[in-house]
């Protein structure tokens, strides 16, 4: 039954089992893929409310532009490519290939370097004397790329579990789901990514 | 597909039954045990809320006589009872307690789809409370910058717990929504996914619905409160500017430069306002259940009521800025909030309607759960026309600060919520328990909290008119109100020590039944829905024994014409319902 349908049903005038012979979800998923998205739909309300901030803020006679620095265009690269070795990886464990450690693993690697490639802009920025406090362009700076460096060290945390599970020889039919879901987040942090990157770049 | 017989399907074995006392108790995964401490903890800080507003009471009626408090411990108990009341009482107990509690047995299921995380949601909200209890432990004292926090008054010197007080404040919010979130997605996704065979939305309790747009209206707005939280950190700890104009502290210009305290504003209240959805949309479901259930009558527009709660939850993201009439903004945007905010009132009538009429030639039992659930409407009714009142700007404007404001949220969220939580509580004791409850004792705390409440509140909304304004320490000398006003003050206060006192026959009430109460039936109010047939009482882990139940009709079969019983299960056959004989 769609959700409409089930939503505007009369459920006085009929009695007896509706549906099959098992319990079914409302979403033909499994339950932690239901959670999922609605933990994506928070956390991207944050990162909006954030963003509407950032609007509000930069109207205001004291703000300084200030340009982002071009690295950020090879930290986006590196997430892309984590993102799309996530995507491989989904994709050769759905077919039900062997070889998808290494790939699941460099996908991880490459937001780990994504990580580190951030500090790096963070640390040239403070050599510049731009820091948290000098200006609120700034400011929002430093909180909404730590933010998503956060959400992506939550990431790799599960990534982490999952990976172990994987080289401990764990069946892969076990890991179907979790690498999915990994991928379903990845994919959610780069477009986030490039969200912040769009906000930070309108001065 | 191919048949499973019933037995077959049975998840029974996957669940770790615990062995040991601590496992059972402590560190629980059982939804039931959870909520019992979820809501335990409620209720303790929820005392600790109520001690806080006698104390204001008691210098506010008789400010010659007591000298319990001085004007700082004032504005830090009003924060801190503000706080607790509508954060970690309300919100706790509705969803962490009930939403708990009635969610699995309701929909059939065994427990939540995540049950570490249930667990995990627990330890996270008791941490918070841990917190911002430390933070009467601290030096300054709790923050007294009003439950709304606003900057920049709330980090100042001149405003009490200004350094440590806030902050602790600060970190237990954050704390508290990665609780919330942790424990929300499991509501709704145990709605979803895990609802028993047969168990269609349509066939919900509206317990169920109640709590379950409240939790997707907190997963969408405690977001916003963390946003405020995280940068108001920011701005207290680092010295950023996110909030903080240029200002001047004590004859110091402080390093902040040009942020919007306004921002802030925008930003709470459209967490704010949806809060208050939060904790109206469970008691709204909890409510029409034990109307329901002692009028022994279907509830009248079911499907209005669910489309009234979606409509209800849909509309509380855009009410937000009638918090801020006052702040000033474009009067365009005053006319729309004011639009929407008068707009809501209809779902709410809505409800308000069907709830009479549900009772509308009922064959009424007046049992104690139901003296509070029908005490709600009218405390709920007072408190919502109020509301109109106030959703206009131009009433909003002079009314704003005074009492009627007070008296009007204390109505519609506070003494309305509390009062269904009462019936609840009563209504599902001997389930939870499985004693029955002293029922003298219970209908002598509901007249006494029933009249009591409107002895404190009725008053206030006179004191409003008159111009009285809150958050006042004392009065004073002013010439446009009458020294009677000092009067009515004393009175209400009177009142306030008889209803916060008679609350302890509540606990009495509990606590003496749980030994010596009349030993509960499985179903003693004959209700339909699924947590009421269980096969033990109180249900043990797992809830259902070996085989889950199977639904075959909505959760409101009450005096349906030809049946002998009055109410019909859910999980019972057509063909097993035992019809009245008939001669044809």
């Known amino acids: ?203 | 597909m191919a048949y499973v017989p019933l037995a077959d399907q049975d998840n029974e074995a996957d669940l770790h039954h615990p062995h040991s006392w601590v496992t059972k108790y402590v560190w629980s995964q059982d939804h039931k045990v959870i909520a019992i401490q979820y809501g335990g903890t409620a209720i303790l800080v929820g005392i600790a809320a109520l001690m806080l507003s006698l104390l204001m009471r008691m210098q506010l009626g008789f400010p010659e006589t007591f000298d319990l408090i001085d004007p700082n411990a004032y504005y830090q108990s009003v924060t801190m009872h503000g706080m607790i009341m509508v954060v970690y009482m309300l919100t706790a107990l509705l969803l962490g307690g009930f939403g708990n509690y009635m969610v699995p047995l309701m929909i059939g299921a065994r427990d939540m789809v995540f049950p570490f995380l249930n667990m995990l949601s627990f330890w996270f909200y008791l941490a918070s409370v841990l917190i911002l209890m430390a933070s009467f432990l601290v030096g300054g004292g709790p923050t007294g910058a009003g439950w709304t926090l606003y900057p920049p008054q709330a980090t100042l010197a001149g405003t009490p717990g200004h350094d440590m007080g806030i902050l602790l404040m600060l970190l237990s919010l954050g704390v508290f929504v990665v609780a919330f979130t942790m424990g929300g997605l499991n509501y709704v996704t145990t709605i979803l996914q895990n609802r028993a065979r047969g168990m269609t939305l349509m066939r919900m309790p509206l317990t169920v619905w109640g709590i379950f747009v409240a939790t997707v209206l907190g997963l969408f707005a405690f977001p916003a409160l963390l946003v405020s939280v995280i940068m108001m950190t920011f701005d207290t700890l680092l010295g950023t500017s996110f909030f903080m104009p240029a200002i001047i502290e004590s004859g110091t210009a402080l390093d902040h430069n040009g942020g919007s305290p306004v921002l802030f504003q925008h930003l709470f209240w459209f967490f704010g306002h949806p809060e208050v959805y939060i904790v109206a949309l469970p008691a709204f479901g909890l409510v029409s259940d034990v109307l329901s259930t002692h009028a022994r009558k279907n509830i009248f527009g079911y499907r209005m009521m669910v489309w009234a709660i979606i409509a209800i939850g849909g509309l509380s993201f855009i009410v937000w800025a009638h918090h801020m009439y006052v702040s000033g903004m474009n009067p365009y945007f005053g006319f729309f909030f004011a639009t929407t905010t008068l707009i809501i009132a209809v779902p709410t009538a809505l409800k308000v309607y069907n709830w009479v009429l549900t009772l509308w030639e009922g064959d009424i039992r007046l049992n104690a759960p139901m003296y509070f659930a029908i005490g709600f409407i009218f405390t709920f009714i007072h408190g919502g026309l109020t509301g109109l009142f106030l959703g206009n700007v131009v009433i909003d404007l002079p009314l704003s600060d005074t009492y009627f404001v007070v008296a009007h949220f204390h109505m519609v969220m506070g003494v309305s919520p509390v009062l269904v939580i009462f019936a609840s509580l009563y209504h599902w004791y001997p389930k939870m328990s499985g004693r029955m409850y002293h029922e003298g004792l219970a209908k002598l705390h509901f007249w006494i909290t029933f009249l009591g409440t409107y002895a404190i509140y009725l008053p206030m909304h006179y004191l409003g008119f008159l111009g009285v304004p809150r958050r006042y320490y004392a009065l004073g000398q002013t010439d446009f109100i009458p020294e009677s006003a000092q009067d009515l003050n004393a009175g209400i206060t009177v009142a306030a020590l008889i209803v916060g006192s008679a609350q302890i026959l509540f606990f009495i009430n509990i606590l003496w039944s749980l030994r010596n109460g009349k030993k509960a039936e499985g179903n003693p109010w004959g209700a339909a829905s699924l947590e009421w047939q269980t096969p033990d009482t109180p249900p043990v882990h797992g809830n259902w024994g070996k085989e889950l139940p199977t639904v075959y009709r909505w959760a409101y079969d009450y005096s349906v014409p030809g049946a002998k019983e009055d109410f019909i299960p859910q999980n019972m056959a057509d063909a097993d319902v035992e019809m009245e004989s008939k001669s044809n």
């Open chain 1, 1 to 203: 039954m769609g959700l409409f349908k089930q939503i505007t049903d009369k459920p006085w005038e009929r009695t007896g089992i509706i549906g099959g012979l098992r319990a079914e979800g409302t979403f033909s998923a499994p339950p932690e893929k239901v959670a999922l998205v609605f933990f994506l739909v928070a956390a991207s309300i944050v990162f909006s409310l954030f963003g509407v901030s950032y609007v509000i803020r930069m109207e205001l006679p004291d703000w300084i532009p200030v340009s982002e620095p071009s690295q950020l265009w090879f930290n986006t690269a590196l997430l892309v490519i984590s993102s799309f070795l996530f995507q491989r990886a989904k994709t050769l464990i759905s077919n039900g290939k062997k070889i998808v450690t290494s790939t699941f693993a460099s996908g991880g690697v490459f937001a780990i370097l994504f990580i580190a490639a951030q500090m790096v802009t963070w640390q040239n920025l403070q050599a510049q004397g731009l820091f948290m406090t000098s200006n609120p362009a700034n400011s929002f700076y430093y909180l909404l790329t730590g933010l998503h460096a956060l959400h992506i060290l939550g990431g790799l945390w599960v990534w982490s579990k999952s990976l172990l599970r994987l080289l401990s020889g764990a069946a892969q039919e076990d890991l179907r789901l979790s690498i999915e879901l990994c991928t379903v987040y990845w994919h959610f942090l780069l477009i986030v990514w490039i969200a912040v990157f769009a906000v930070l770049s309108n001065t």
